[in-house]
């Protein structure tokens, strides 16, 4: 890993178009100002891993009845008068 | 062609129906290739199951059937990606995790699946924001609304 020290206000430049500015240092949190193109797409980690956690944990659990879960969600607009 | 299934057993699919996600899933980026499988007619609940991987399939719901002013931004690099020029390409799903008990299934509200049919690619897009969680838990009324 790459480890540069920063300070407030400075920035580093990823492939010339990603600019990270260090915003706001306060205790042990720091504000990352980033820019970077429309495609880039930026993602707290956490916020990934959890995602990632959930659809492992989704797949996990299949052992649910499917004929439980047709009883459970039907579209209002079909059901029989 | 012929494909195996988690849930069907062997099921015959349209290979035009086959919905490409090029990134993959979070935790599955090696899955590219799905289909969606109701679970039967006039259920809400949908099937996302794997090509190629018969044990890898996601129960998915709708989310206009469980909540109201359900909004994000769709950014250009999912635009572009998924090749969508409206909205009305697109179709949300939103992957269900059950439990032991029907009753305790949570909704992934903060990642939904956005597909565009009509080019059959999809992402799984990330909100990277606190509105949705990615835990949401029917409440009492809603459960009934589902049942009724």
């Known amino acids: 890993m790459l480890i540069l020290t920063r300070k407030k206000d400075e920035k580093i430049l990823i492939n010339e178009d990603i600019k990270v500015t260090v915003v706001e240092i306060k205790g ?9 193109p429309d495609e880039v797409e930026i993602l707290r980690e956490e916020v990934y891993k959890s995602v990632e956690q959930e659809n492992i944990e989704a797949t996990k659990e299949s052992k649910v009845q499917l004929n439980q879960l047709k ?10 008068e | 062609m012929e494909i195996m ?27 590219k290739e799905f289909v969606l499988l109701p679970l039967e007619k006039d259920s809400l609940f949908v099937i996302m199951q794997s090509v190629n991987n018969p044990d890898l399939a996601f129960i ?8 109201k002013d359900y909004e994000f931004e769709i950014s250009e690099k999912t635009e572009t990606l998924l090749e969508i020029s409206g ?4 179709i949300l799903l939103n992957i269900v995790n059950i439990k032991e008990k029907l009753k305790d299934m949570t909704i992934n509200l903060a990642a939904p699946l956005v597909i ?6 999809g992402k ?17 009324t809603e459960s009934k609304e589902m049942m009724s």
């Open chain 1, 28 to 36: 042990n949190k720091i504000k990352l100002g980033i820019e970077a």
């Open chain 1, 71 to 80: 009883k459970f969600g039907k579209k209002p607009d079909t059901d029989e």
């Open chain 2, 5 to 31: 299934t988690r849930d069907f057993g062997k099921v015959d699919i349209d290979e035009d129906k086959i919905i490409e996600f090029p990134e993959g899933l979070p935790g599955f980026k090696q899955e």
């Open chain 2, 60 to 67: 998915t719901i709708e989310p206009k059937s469980i909540i």
């Open chain 2, 87 to 90: 909205i009305e390409d697109i």
């Open chain 2, 116 to 121: 565009n049919i009509n080019a059959n690619l």
């Open chain 2, 124 to 140: 799984q897009v990330i909100l990277d924001d606190t509105k949705y969680p990615v835990k949401y838990k029917l409440d009492k």
